[in-house]
């Protein structure tokens, strides 16, 4: 199974696909492929997505984030751990592209990697009597506790280990039975190694690895149990045959080929079982499916004829049109939830729907939104773009579940501030107050789980620990804004002196502008603000900063305050 680059956002989280989101977050991990362990992945994070499974370093995160495709994993498989050993889930890649990449390899396993022989093995349900097929995956051999067992496809209660190994047990004994009867005894001869004599010798024996029974040291399996005998005899003539016929299901051997291992993921710091639930939850409904639908059919307006167009005039028309626009509606809501393959045939009608009725839902919730952001694009509608809903049934129960979702919060925050196209720092002039951003993040996130003051407080410290592009900043006065990264004090004196400067060369109305073309225009805090897009209380801050620094002088008048340009120093 390769594992392929991804690209990450500006909060080094990954880069979601279209119709793609997040379903669970754990730091503390580790990859393995096969049973090596890949050194230089052993300290970061994963993302379970509908459509993938992320890691990203904690040290080189744009170096080391790779993901797996969920459309290439055939199961996954769960390991509690032991002792030192600490629990790992199994992606499993699918068999069909397993069998072809290992039918390249060597004449040996071309062998192995052929088709195998359809499994009739089969297991009685004891609470319906229904007659189930044996799982391929079920090994008599090396089947544990911790082996996924598949419920009865009727009743939907899971069997015991025990009734599935008996009837497993069975079954190899009878195709062992029919398989000795249909061979001649020259066949069998022959299948012995000749005449027999170097497999049969005076008092020797086979012991069964599973029950200990001392068998016939030409038996191929355990007259008591059934278990493979193979590996307690040496290696002779014709064991090959008896390999392939062996109890169980193929083993693949994959040592000679590369990029087809199953990747193990190594959880330190708890959350596998979580992630293990999660995972057979997103291959079963297979989300990644819906963007391979095809398009819904739309009938023109052409198709309608004459007499349609004149019966849907008037008040009665539009009364019909209602009638059967909410029919139809009902009709795919009931169809499209019958069972699973009917909802992935009309997922895409479902969200064309959704969008539809989306509007007259939210009109209200909107009407009462007067922040400049929320009025130009409505932050939930963002919130939903982005993925960026980050709720703590996301994350494990362990013991460091706060640090990690604060650690999240701080991510969602700053993709949430400095997207390219919609952040909210683009439309609030690079700095906005702590409180404004606190109200519009919790109103974006449409009453799921709302951020308390101090988890959002604490999220904004992780800001420059993380390396964020975004930092919080404290001015003199107690006021707390986040701002970008690369904004300094001397950027936005330079930035509010050219801006005084230009009062200067253009002509101005205002009576206020007297001597213009000398001294230019005193501007006020509210000037300030309307001119950079600031709040009053940021740009009030910013005019004493730069008052501060030396570039502006301030005039205090029955008014109010304004501010200069300082000119004082030109005239010495």
Same mark, same amino acid.
């Given at each position: 199974m390769s594992l392929s680059q991804i690209h990450l956002t500006s909060a080094l989280r990954p880069s979601l696909l279209p119709n793609e989101a997040l379903l669970f977050v754990q730091d503390a991990v580790g990859l393995y492929q096969g049973k090596a362990k890949l050194a230089e992945y052993q300290n970061g994070q994963t993302y379970l997505t509908t459509h993938r499974v992320c890691y990203v370093d904690n040290v080189t995160p744009r170096e080391q984030c790779v993901a797996i495709d969920l459309k290439d994993v055939e199961r996954g498989e769960i390991y509690a751990g032991f002792l030192k050993s600490s629990p790992k889930v199994t992606l499993v890649p699918k068999l069909p592209r397993l069998a072809i990449a290992l039918g390249n390899g060597s004449s040996h396993a071309s062998q192995v990697a052929a088709p195998p022989q359809q499994n009739h093995a089969t297991w009685i349900c004891t609470i319906c009597s229904y007659v189930n097929p044996m799982p391929g995956y079920l090994d008599p051999v090396t089947a544990s506790e911790t082996t996924p067992l598949e419920p009865c496809l009727s009743c939907g209660i899971k069997p015991s280990l025990a009734h599935l190994l008996k009837a497993s047990i069975a079954s190899v004994s009878r195709k062992r039975a029919e398989h000795s009867a249909h061979l001649s005894p020259r066949e069998a001869l022959a299948k012995s190694g000749g005449d027999g004599s170097s497999l049969i &010798? /005076?008092?020797?024996? $086979? %012991?069964?690895?599973?029950?200990?029974? +001392?068998?016939?040291?030409?038996? $191929?399996s355990c007259e008591i149990c059934g278990a493979s005998l193979t590996s307690q005899r040496p290696l002779l003539s014709g064991d090959d045959d008896a390999q392939r016929s062996s109890p169980g299901p193929p083993s693949f051997d994959t040592s000679h080929t590369t990029g087809i291992e199953a990747v193990k993921i190594s959880f330190r710091a708890g959350g596998d079982k979580i992630f293990y639930e999660r995972l057979r939850g997103a291959l079963q409904q297979r989300k990644w499916l819906v963007d391979l639908a095809p398009? =819904?059919?739309?009938?023109?307006? @052409? *198709? #309608?004829?004459?007499? +349609? !167009? %004149?019966? &849907?005039?008037? =008040? /009665?028309?539009?009364? #019909? #049109? @209602? +009638? +059967?626009?909410?029919k139809k509606n009902e009709v795919v809501i009931g169809n499209a939830f019958d069972d699973l393959e009917a909802?992935?045939?009309? !997922?895409? %009608?479902?969200?064309?729907? !959704? *969008? &539809? $009725? /989306?509007?007259?839902?939210?009109h209200a919730a909107n009407a009462s939104i007067g922040a400049s952001v929320v009025s130009s694009e409505d932050p939930s509608t963002l919130l939903s773009q982005l993925n960026l809903t980050a709720t703590r049934d996301m994350l494990s129960a362990s013991s460091n579940n706060d640090s990690l979702y604060l650690t999240e919060l701080a991510r969602s925050l700053a993709e949430f501030l400095t997207d390219d196209v919609k952040g909210v720092l683009r439309f609030e002039g690079g700095i906005i107050t702590l409180v404004d951003l606190w109200s519009i993040?919790?109103? !974006?996130?449409g009453g799921v789980e709302l951020v308390s003051p101090a988890d959002f407080f604490a999220a904004t410290e992780l800001f420059e620990k993380l390396d964020l592009p975004v930092r919080r900043r404290t001015f003199k006065s107690g006021l707390l804004a986040v701002q970008e990264r690369s904004r300094t004090e001397a950027k936005t004196t330079a930035s509010i002196l050219s801006w005084l400067r230009t009062f200067r060369e253009v002509p101005s109305n205002d009576d206020t502008a007297l001597g213009h073309g000398i001294w230019g225009k005193g501007v006020t805090a509210q000037d300030a603000a309307e001119r950079f897009g600031w709040s009053v209380g940021v740009a009030e801050e910013e005019l004493i900063i730069t008052e501060a620094r030396g570039a502006l002088c301030r005039e205090t008048s029955l008014e109010g305050v304004r501010f200069w340009e300082n000119l004082f120093d030109q005239c010495r």
């Open positions: &010798s /005076a008092g020797a024996s $086979l %012991e069964c690895p599973r029950c200990t029974f +001392q068998n016939h040291p030409s038996l $191929l398009p =819904i059919p739309t009938r023109s307006t @052409g *198709e #309608r004829s004459g007499s +349609q !167009a %004149e019966r &849907s005039i008037g =008040i /009665a028309g539009l009364e #019909r #049109r @209602g +009638q +059967q626009l909410r909802l992935m045939a009309s !997922a895409k %009608e479902i969200i064309s729907l !959704a *969008e &539809s $009725l /989306a509007p007259h839902s939210e993040y919790n109103r !974006a996130r």
